[in-house]
Structures are given as C-alpha cells and as structure tokens.
T-cell receptor, first 116, second 115 residues
Framework: GAVVSQHPSRVICKSGTSVKIECRSL??????MFWYRQFPKQSLMLMAT?????????EQGVEKDKFLINHASLTLSTLTVTSAHPEDSSFYIC????????????FGPGTRLTVT | AQSVTQLGSHVSVSEGALVLLRCNYS??????LFWYVQYPNQGLQLLLK??????LVKGINGFEAEFKKSETSFHLTKPSAHMSDAAEYFC?????????????FGQGTTLQVKP
C-alpha cells in the first residue's frame, strides 16, 4: 500500500516552454502532498506544500509564478514549470501523506527534467 | 527548530560487515524520526520510522535503528551488508512545531558495499 506515482519519469523540453509533472497517490487519499527538487549528490530541497483545495505554500526563495502547483483532488497534485530554462533542469520528486499529521511521507519515483 | 545531521557523507563497508549510518537530531518537541533509502534515479523508500513507541525500531531489508534521547541520536544499523544495500540513505525528522507534515532531511550518506 501507499504507492505514489509520477508522470512523466523523464522529460526533455526546450527553453521557454512549460512542463507539467503529475503526482498521484494510487491507493490512498492525500490531503497533503509535497514537491521537492534534488540536485546531483545532494539532499532534497522542499519547494512547496500542496494542500487539496487550497493554494500551495511555497518555501522561501521558490518562485510561485514559475512553479505552479495545483492540488485539485485528494489523489492528484501537479507541478508546472513555466517558461523553463536550463537552470530548471533537475530531478523533481513528490511525496504524499495519508491523512493529516506527523505520518511518514511516501515518495514518487521522481521526474528528470532536462531543459535544452 | 528541528534539524538533522548525518555524520559521514560517505561510508564504505565490505560485504557481510556491519553497517552503521549515524544520525543526530535536534527537536524542540518529541520527534518523529525516519530513515529513507534512495537508489539512483529513483524516489525515496521508507526503511523505518520512530514515532515514540519502542526505541528499537526494525525496518525493511534487515535494517534497524535505535532512538536514544540522551544522545539525540537515531543511528541506522544492519548486521551484515549486502551488495544491494549500496545506495543513498537519508535521515529525517518531522517538523512537529509547524503541524504541516514537513520533514527535515539530513544531507544524506552514500553507502558503498565492497565485494
């Protein structure tokens, strides 16, 4: 149980275009989802907290107009990288918590974004 | 504020040897602690968690961790390393003060297993 999927697993796009990444909780409802970015050989950097039916909460330094997050249902959150640039190339990972509180996060397999 | 420190960014052991990955935490509230493993180009998989029940926590793949409040530690161990254990390991503490479900991650430890 507690499976989280991400789509696509890998995407290459041209500079200036937008890319949407989907995160789905497959066998549970997730009131809260998180979006992370991970640079090579580094830990995860939390970008934002996505709450179903409300606006996402962004971490300091993360551009909310560039990284659009929508959590339209209890099983789906999307991250859209708008007007992507090469510096946005990274590994993006989502996670979800079943219910609320202090529970463990279940992670998706990640999406490798390359902007050319 | 909560924080996590993983001592040793890189640990190398021989196959069959003891694995010890160190994690120290700082928390203003009773912590929930987690160990995750990440294989290359994949997401994180939960190994085990401490949520104020038993201080010795057993996880998957033969790993276990002991919560020691007096040492503010939550070290991860495995009696006998296997080649398939080679991966990146992250210790994390829940951000209990904010009630957001956030996790604070350590910088990670790369485990290398030599044949």
């Amino acid at each position: 149980g507690a499976v989280v999927s991400q789509h696509p697993s890998r995407v290459i796009c041209k500079s200036g275009t937008s890319v949407k990444i989907e995160c789905r909780s497959l066998d549970f409802q997730a009131t809260t989802m998180f979006w992370y970015r991970q640079f090579p050989k580094q830990s995860l950097m939390l970008m934002a907290t996505s709450n179903e039916g409300s606006k996402a909460t962004y971490e300091q330094g993360v551009e909310k107009d560039k990284f659009l997050i929508n959590h339209a249902s209890l099983t789906l959150s999307t991250l859209t990288v708008t007007s992507a640039h090469p510096e946005d190339s990274s590994f993006y990972i989502c996670s979800a918590i079943p219910g609320r509180g202090y529970g463990e996060q279940y992670f998706g397999p990640g999406t490798r974004l390359t902007v050319t | 504020a909560q924080s996590v420190t993983q001592l040793g960014s890189h640990v190398s052991v021989s196959e069959g040897a003891l694995v010890l990955l160190r994690c120290n935490y700082s928390s203003s509230v009773p912590p929930y602690l987690f160990w995750y493993v990440q294989y290359p180009n994949q997401g994180l998989q939960l190994l085990l968690k401490y949520t104020s029940a038993a201080t010795l926590v057993k996880g998957i793949n033969g790993f276990e961790a002991e919560f020691k409040k007096s040492e503010t530690s939550f070290h991860l161990t495995k009696p006998s390393a296997h080649m398939s254990d080679a991966a990146e390991y992250f210790c994390a503490v829940s951000d209990g003060s904010s009630n957001t479900g956030k996790l604070i991650f350590g910088q990670g430890t790369t485990l290398q297993v030599k044949p």
